[in-house]
């Protein structure tokens, strides 16, 4: 087994590999929820590895690899559990319009056995993105030229699929959203100011029935729209960048993260990616108290991830010294009380070395 490198804690795993060959030892039905960023077709060239999906010749054999990742997801995912796949539309070269990357993954999920369960449209600022990107058409300039040529800042998209099944234990949040992930300064002055209000107001607040606070995250969550997710709150990269690199990883916004895991996952379960990156999926999953597995090939980015994660074990260390003071943590369902590092190790008795 190509399995480079792997570093295994308590809280979470992180291994140096081909996600197809390393999902290909794990035991079907074990994790409580998948969250990742495909590699985008061919829009960004990661490494030379003829493993790395981005690297394939056309968009006909990306999706051919890719269905193989969907496949072993759909078979170590537990019944009636989520995967979430964060994508967007990719603009073709010049003229040629836009590739339905979106309705593509839909299809593929669906073929394998996924129910496609619901769409969540992120909004993007177009100066900022047509700075980052360069793009022609999203210039200013290129409404004086030809508006014919202009074309928006495209959205990305959290696609979230279940597999069918009852899951074994249900997804409760029995004093409703305590915490919200997203930018208040997105939010008009009266949104952000009654939020302000109702997060003191509603400080522990025991009855979901009657929480205004969590009744006010729930409507930001449960939108078509995520508007107010805040850009820069990523992981950083800037050492994961290879000097042949001709563009760098595009690190995937926490709160989207942090969304999805509080949303789909109880504290304690498990939260995979087979496409890590520097680690913002399992990074966050663990600073929301869960257990992270992710999987990424190229050694630079892997090694990065290890750094983030290392990080987390000093933000957990002052969350639990702020919680043990003052608050209560979201528990865990009463099956999975057993000791974490056990339940992990089933998936990890696998030695892949
Ligand atoms: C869109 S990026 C993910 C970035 C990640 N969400 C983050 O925040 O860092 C896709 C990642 O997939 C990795 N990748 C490509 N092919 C892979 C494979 N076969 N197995 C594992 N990782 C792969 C690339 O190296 C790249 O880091």
């Not at 994961?240 to 916004?253: S, T």
């Amino acid at each position: 087994m190509a399995i480079k490198n792997k570093i295994i804690t308590e809280n979470y795993a992180l291994y140096n590999a081909d996600c197809i060959e390393a999902m290909g030892e794990m035991p079907e039905n074990k994790i409580d929820m998948a969250i990742y960023s495909p590699p985008f077709a061919s829009m960004y060239t990661y490494s030379s590895s003829d493993r790395d999906l981005g690297n394939c010749k056309n968009y006909a054999e990306f999706l051919e690899h890719y269905k193989y990742v969907v496949k072993e997801l759909y078979r170590i995912t537990k019944p009636g559990r989520m995967n979430c796949v964060h994508c967007m539309d990719i603009p073709k070269n010049g003229d040629m319009g836009l590739v339905d990357f979106p309705g593509d993954i839909i299809r593929l999920h669906q073929d394998i056995g996924f129910k496609f369960w619901d769409r969540k449209n992120i909004w993007k600022e177009p100066l900022r993105v047509a700075i980052r990107t360069r793009q022609r058409a999203l210039m200013h300039m290129q409404l004086a030229n030809d508006t014919l040529k202009c074309r928006g800042a495209l959205a990305d998209y959290l696609l979230i699929f279940k597999k069918p099944g009852d899951s074994e234990v249900p997804v409760k949040k029995p004093f409703g959203l305590t915490e919200y992930a997203g930018d208040l300064e997105l939010m008009n002055v009266v949104e952000k100011q009654e939020f302000l209000d109702l997060k003191e107001k509603f400080v522990n607040y025991k009855d979901d029935k009657t929480n205004k606070l969590s009744q006010f995250i729930w409507r930001r969550y449960a939108s078509s729209a995520w508007e107010d997710i805040n850009a820069q709150r990523c992981l950083s990269y800037k050492e994961a960048r290879d000097p042949e690199d001709d563009r760098h990883v595009c690190p995937l916004q926490l709160d989207i993260i942090t969304r999805a895991v509080v949303m789909y996952t109880n504290a304690g379960e498990i939260v995979f990616s087979p496409f890590n990156g520097i680690g913002s999926d399992v990074y966050a999953a663990v600073i929301e108290g869960r257990k992270g597995i992710g999987i990424e090939l190229k050694e630079s980015y892997w090694n990065q991830s290890v750094k983030n994660l290392k990080e987390t074990e000093i933000v957990k260390q002052k969350e639990d010294d702020l919680f043990s003071t003052c608050n209560e943590k979201e528990s865990s369902p009463d099956q999975l009380s057993e000791p974490a590092i056990e339940r992990i190790s089933e998936i990890m008795k696998y030695d892949y070395l």
